[in-house]
């Protein structure tokens, strides 16, 4: 049987290589790898079909977050996060993970409460 919260004693640490390691309430222990100022390689010119010059480079950070468990002790894929800010603090991080997890809760909340009172079927 796991702790009830492994992650509490522990902090937030750096972990070798840049990672990030920190705990999260329900999902154990977290690590956040990011990279700043990174751009995704746009090849189609959707939104710039009027523009005559070269594609723009659009600037971010990019997060991989990796928790310890989902709930019920199944395995966890790791997520890739965007952010469109750049520079990037740890802190920044650490907040848009955070933010990820808690609207992942709430957004598996509704998704329950629904099912139960069995509002998933439109009435017709």
């Known amino acids: 049987m796991r702790e009830a919260n492994p992650c509490l004693r522990r902090g ?11 705990c999260s309430n329900f999902y154990g222990k977290a690590v956040t790898q990011a990279w700043d100022r990174v751009h995704p390689r746009l090849i ?11 594609l723009p480079l659009i600037e971010g950070a ?8 989902l709930s019920k002790d199944r395995e966890a894929p790791a ?3 965007r952010s469109s800010k750049t520079g990037t603090t ?3 991080v650490d907040r848009a993970w955070q933010a ?6 709430l957004e598996h909340t509704f998704r329950l409460l629904k ?10």
């Open 100 to 105: 990820f997890l808690r609207r992942f809760d």
């Open 90 to 92: 740890d802190a920044d």
């Open 115 to 124: 099912q139960t009172l069995g509002r998933t079927k439109p009435r017709l």
């Open 79 to 81: 997520v890739w996060l």
């Open 62 to 69: 990019l997060i991989r977050l990796e928790v310890e468990h």
């Open 44 to 54: 189609h010119r959707a939104a710039w079909l009027d523009d005559e010059g070269e």
């Open 12 to 22: 937030l640490r750096r972990a070798v290589g840049g990672d990030r390691v920190g």
